[in-house]
């Protein structure tokens, strides 16, 4: 594994600095942590399966004209990216109630919904990534909007690609988590950046509806390793 300097360290992954300017290197951990890391937990192989399964989906959106800061992985653990500023907003898409809207607002969990459904929640751990507003996004100048209309109709298009990739694997996608940023070689150019794993979506088989993505650990429903094996076999993704 490349050693260097840590820039930041996460729950889920590391970054350090990349081989060439402009670019960094995302290392995928085994941590899974839950409920803003009171729950935490070591599941041996994670990383591996995550970084495959991520690689699969951003060269995949890449193929479809999303921008993204994904450049190639480069072993078991890690992948090359372009270097961006992350805007400090989790932008989560949902196509049926599940996790915190199903909480928050009394709704029967499994319901599915008219159109997609599109939330910001500003990245602070100390607050517990507070759901906000686009207004907030604006006012405190974390993004204008302009990024936030680009960010928006990218966000609606990646969910339409994905909930028709994994529909193919008779996979629901329920919901995701997905972050963006502004290339450091130029930063009027907004890109997807993070991850996209069982992370950072809801997935359940379009069937028995049995969960495959990190539900299985938050909720204690078996085997973690088992559901992201599932995933990355029905994506073809050899492990
Ligand atoms: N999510 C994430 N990171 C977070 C919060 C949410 O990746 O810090 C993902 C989560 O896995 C789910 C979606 O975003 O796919 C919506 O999560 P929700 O708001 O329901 O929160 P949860 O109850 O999962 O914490």
């Known amino acids: ?25 995302q290392i995928f951990k085994d941590d899974a942590t839950a409920y803003n890391k009171k729950k935490h937990k070591i599941f041996k192989g994670k990383g591996v399966i995550n970084n495959k399964i991520s690689e699969y ?6 193929s479809k004209k999303i921008p993204t800061h994904f450049e190639k992985r480069l072993n078991d653990r890690e992948q090359l990216i372009k270097k961006c500023q992350i805007i400090p907003i989790e932008f989560v898409v949902r196509n049926v109630i ?8 009394g709704l029967k969990e499994g319901t599915k919904l008219k159109k997609p459904l599109l939330e910001y929640y500003y990245k602070e751990d100390s607050l517990d990534d ?3 507003s686009r207004d907030h996004v604006e006012t405190f100048g974390w993004a204008n909007r302009s990024e936030l209309k680009k960010i928006d109709a990218m966000s609606l298009k990646i ?19 997905i972050e963006f940023g502004r290339l450091a070689s130029n930063p009027k150019k907004i890109v997807l950046a993070d991850e996209i794993s069982p992370d950072s979506c809801r997935l359940w088989d379009i069937k028995s509806k049995q969960k495959l993505d990190k539900d299985v650990f938050r909720r204690n429903l078996g ?13 073809g993704i050899v492990h």
């Open 1 to 25: 594994m490349t050693s260097s300097k840590t820039l930041y360290e996460g729950k889920a992954k590391k970054i350090i600095i990349g081989p060439k300017k402009n670019t960094l290197i």
């Open 130 to 132: 507070p759901m906000i």
């Open 57 to 62: 989906i951003m060269e995949f959106l890449k």
């Open 223 to 235: 085997s973690l390793m088992g559901a992201y094996e599932e995933v990355a076999s029905r994506l």
């Open 159 to 177: 969910n339409s690609l994905l909930t028709n990739l994994f529909k193919k694997k008779n996979i629901i996608l329920v919901d995701f988590k």
């Open 98 to 105: 599940a996790g915190s809207i199903a909480k928050k607002l």
